[in-house]
């Protein structure tokens, strides 16, 4: 599976909470390092020492799609599911990956709005995280603050 910045992008789009996907070489033994790839952050996990254990370096995601070209990759999943805990999967694919996370389910929305609001509500919603997350959620706390007031008049109009 070859990896680039916009299939990162996505992942890290789709992922929330603890969720995160760790990529590694394809041919390559995971202990000897690996990436994990979190909704908020990129790392790298080296060589395992004698107790197992592997020293985390956060890097930049520019790094990360730097080290991943040209190479073929697998990748392991794990995903909170509120019906059955955490689920694990292995993936050697990018179409079974995407489809088991949720990539294939994205869809752009997209709106006109001024130029001088935009700029503020960039600025307001990069205070504290990232721009692309915060939107996110304040569309989802919206259209389901929407769907519980008009649940009554919407159940009649399909």
């Known amino acids: 599976m070859q990896i680039n910045s916009e299939k990162?992008?996505?992942?890290?789009?789709?992922?929330?909470?603890?969720d995160s996907v760790i990529f590694w070489a394809k041919g390559a033994d995971q202990k000897n390092g690996y990436w994990r790839i979190t909704w908020k952050a990129v790392g790298e996990f080296g060589k395992e020492d004698e107790k197992g254990e592997a020293k985390y370096n956060h890097r930049h995601p520019s790094t990360f799609t730097e080290w991943v070209k040209d190479k073929d990759m697998l990748a392991e999943t794990t995903i909170y599911r509120p019906k059955g805990g955490?689920?694990?999967?292995?993936?050697?694919?990018?179409?079974?990956?995407?489809?088991?996370?949720?990539?294939?389910?994205?869809?752009?929305?997209?709106?006109?709005?001024?130029?001088?609001?935009?700029?503020?509500?960039?600025?307001?919603?990069?205070?504290?995280?990232?721009?692309?997350?915060?939107?996110r959620e304040l569309i989802y706390k919206y259209v389901k603050e929407s769907i519980i007031a008009n649940a009554e008049r919407d159940l009649f109009n399909d």
Do not use: N, P
């Open 8 to 18: 990162l992008e996505q992942v890290q789009i789709v992922l929330r909470g603890e």
């Open 86 to 135: 955490y689920d694990q999967e292995k993936f050697d694919d990018w179409d079974h990956l995407a489809r088991f996370i949720g990539i294939s389910d994205l869809v752009v929305v997209s709106t006109k709005i001024h130029k001088s609001v935009a700029k503020k509500l960039k600025y307001y919603a990069a205070k504290d995280s990232d721009v692309s997350a915060t939107l």
